[in-house]
């Protein structure tokens, strides 16, 4: 179980202490202060606080109004600790939004069984913020964009298996959309009202992610200060997507076997079986059969994993589908961003064309929130795009590879282009110092920067 940061702000040392060896011994990682200003300035600096144990008097100020405003920027539980007790401070910290109250001299034991309920109150909070959220998030099909073939025959499978309870297992190369998939499957199954619970295998540590799936018992190992539910067990009745399933470690691989098998699991630490009735949709973007042969995956689980196998194709296998995702991205985009950018010009709607994406959807997307947060409004052109993109430009226009097109060409403006594709590269390169870009070019200083005015060439940065 992750350790909780718990802040305690009392000005009597003796209890900073008895809270600090208590709190500390059960796991967590505690801070402690014995005034406003103190507890400000640890928590200023962004580090998140799961709790707070806070004095209502304290030499520089009112605790309860500390309170308030920690919970706000931090948005953690709060326990209120006070010597003074009576009906009005405890109505008035609840009011504020404490979990609880308590008065001084206190049982440790209750304070520590207080802080577990606050604990798991604020995670059970988070878990409901995530349902709510997940609800009001639409998952239909319009939310994936695409007419080429490939991805066609991706949809028409979502649709046959969406209402079955059958695994699934989704593989492409990163940023395919897998993660989008395997939402549009859950959203359009008869289990769309329940959760799909994400676990990425591949993000979190081993020993950690057995705990993270099917939970554990109280004292199950250091640090196990209560029990826990398992995102297995969150997920009943609903889906579960197991994300980078081909990180998954040779022991845990068989655990999760066992729950295909049986759909039963025990949690850490414990005996007792749990039975559920999850979907399993599961999704890498390695080559598991490759993984298989090589020992490092199992052959029977990926045969269980394997029954409706959806490969998404990269971007570089349905190009036709690039134009459509540049207008989506640009849409949505000007939207967020507040900007209104018109669109590509034909050059460099073809460099994107040509570019062969190997982070493929994300890496457009990123790529389109870029360009049209810095360029801000208009039409954007090849020179606006990073160097990277415009690399194959250069090659088109390396003198031995030029081909006069069929149709004939304008001859300025194609030495034109090919000044400002050399011109705008060494800017770049050297972070537009023009000393350095001259030396590059083996071109005067001046001329260089005559020519940039001349041909109003701009840093992306001041292009918007
Ligand atoms: N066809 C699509 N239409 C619109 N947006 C898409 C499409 N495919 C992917 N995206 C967007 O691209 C980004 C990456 O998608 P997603 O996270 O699903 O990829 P992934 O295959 O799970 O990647 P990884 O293997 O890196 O986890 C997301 O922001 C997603 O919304
Ligand atoms: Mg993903």
């Given at each position: 179980?992750?350790?909780?940061?718990?802040?305690?702000?009392?000005?009597?040392?003796?209890?900073?202490?008895?809270?600090?060896?208590?709190?500390?011994?059960?796991?967590?990682?505690?801070?402690?202060?014995?005034?406003?200003?103190?507890?400000?300035?640890?928590?200023?600096?962004?580090?998140?606080?799961?709790?707070?144990?806070?004095?209502?008097?304290?030499?520089?100020?009112?605790?309860?109004?500390?309170?308030?405003?920690?919970?706000?920027?931090?948005?953690?539980?709060?326990?209120?600790?006070?010597?003074?007790?009576?009906?009005?401070?405890?109505?008035?910290?609840?009011?504020?939004?404490?979990?609880?109250?308590?008065?001084?001299?206190?049982n440790i034991d209750e304070v520590l069984a207080l802080t577990d309920k606050a604990l798991e109150s604020k995670r059970l909070s988070l878990e409901n913020k995530l349902l709510r959220q997940q609800l009001h998030e639409k998952y239909k099909f319009e939310n994936i964009i695409g007419q080429s073939e490939a991805i066609m025959k991706v949809f028409e499978l979502i649709e046959i298996v969406a209402d079955s309870n059958?695994?699934?297992?989704?593989?492409?190369?990163?940023?395919?959309?897998?993660?989008?998939?395997?939402?549009?499957?859950?959203?359009?199954?008869?289990?769309?009202?329940?959760?799909?619970?994400?676990?990425?295998?591949?993000?979190?540590?081993?020993?950690?992610?057995?705990?993270?799936?099917?939970?554990?018992?109280?004292?199950?190992?250091?640090?196990?200060?209560?029990?826990?539910?398992?995102?297995?067990?969150?997920?009943?009745?609903?889906?579960?997507?197991?994300?980078?399933?081909?990180?998954?470690?040779?022991?845990?691989?068989?655990?999760?076997?066992?729950?295909?098998?049986?759909?039963?699991?025990?949690?850490?630490?414990?005996?007792?079986?749990?039975?559920?009735?999850?979907?399993?949709?599961?999704?890498?973007?390695?080559?598991?059969?490759?993984?298989?042969?090589?020992?490092?995956?199992?052959?029977?689980?990926?045969?269980?994993?394997?029954?409706?196998?959806?490969?998404?194709?990269?971007?570089?296998?349905?190009?036709?589908?690039?134009?459509?995702?540049?207008?989506?991205?640009?849409?949505?985009?000007?939207?967020?961003?507040?900007?209104?950018?018109?669109?590509?010009?034909?050059?460099?709607?073809?460099?994107?064309?040509?570019?062969?994406?190997?982070?493929?959807?994300?890496?457009?997307?990123?790529?389109?929130?870029?360009?049209?947060?810095?360029?801000?409004?208009?039409?954007?052109?090849?020179?606006?795009?990073?160097?990277?993109?415009?690399?194959?430009?250069?090659?088109?226009?390396?003198?031995?590879?030029?081909?006069?097109?069929?149709?004939?060409?304008?001859?300025?403006?194609?030495?034109?282009?090919?000044?400002?594709?050399?011109?705008?590269?060494?800017?770049?390169?050297?972070?537009?110092?023009?000393?350095?870009?001259?030396?590059?070019?083996?071109?005067?200083?001046?001329?260089?920067?005559?020519?940039?005015?001349?041909?109003?060439?701009?840093?992306?940065?001041?292009?918007?």
């Open positions: 179980m992750q350790k909780s940061r718990i802040l305690v702000c009392d000005d009597e040392s003796s209890i900073r202490s008895a809270l600090f060896r208590a709190l500390e011994k059960r796991g967590h990682h505690v801070l402690t202060a014995s005034c406003i200003s103190e507890a400000e300035s640890l928590t200023s600096g962004g580090q998140s606080i799961d709790l707070l144990l806070v004095d209502i008097r304290l030499p520089d100020g009112d605790g309860l109004e500390f309170m308030a405003k920690l919970q706000k920027t931090h948005h953690c539980q709060s326990i209120v600790m006070t010597g003074f007790g009576s009906i009005d401070n405890a109505i008035e910290a609840t009011k504020r939004g404490a979990f609880h109250y308590v008065t001084k001299p206190f059958s695994t699934v297992l989704i593989t492409g190369e990163s940023g395919t959309g897998k993660e989008l998939i395997a939402k549009a499957i859950h959203y359009n199954s008869s289990r769309a009202s329940k959760l799909m619970v994400p676990v990425n295998c591949g993000a979190i540590p081993g020993e950690l992610l057995e705990s993270e799936l099917f939970g554990h018992v109280r004292g199950a190992f250091t640090g196990a200060i209560s029990n826990r539910q398992g995102r297995f067990e969150i997920a009943n009745d609903g889906t579960i997507f197991l994300d980078e399933i081909g990180d998954m470690s040779p022991n845990l691989q068989v655990k999760i076997l066992r729950v295909l098998q049986e759909r039963r699991f025990e949690a850490v630490g414990s005996t007792k079986p749990i039975e559920v009735d999850v979907r399993i949709i599961a999704a890498t973007n390695k080559d598991l059969e490759k993984a298989v042969l090589d020992k490092s995956f199992r052959e029977d689980l990926f045969y269980r994993l394997n029954v409706i196998p959806i490969k998404v194709p990269a971007l570089r296998d349905r190009k036709s589908d690039i134009p459509l995702l540049i207008n989506h991205f640009i849409t949505q985009f000007n939207e967020l961003k507040k900007r209104d950018i018109q669109g590509f010009d034909r050059d460099a709607l073809e460099v994107l064309m040509e570019y062969n994406w190997p982070g493929n959807v994300r890496e457009l997307e990123n790529l389109i929130e870029r360009l049209v947060i810095l360029k801000g409004r208009g039409v954007i052109g090849v020179y606006d795009l990073p160097e990277r993109y415009q690399q194959k430009t250069n090659v088109a226009l390396n003198p031995d590879k030029v081909t006069v097109p069929e149709k004939g060409l304008d001859f300025n403006s194609a030495v034109d282009n090919f000044e400002n594709a050399l011109i705008m590269q060494a800017l770049e390169r050297t972070s537009w110092n023009r000393n350095k870009a001259a030396n590059l070019l083996n071109l005067n200083r001046t001329t260089l920067v005559e020519k940039i005015k001349k041909k109003g060439l701009i840093p992306p940065d001041r292009s918007v």
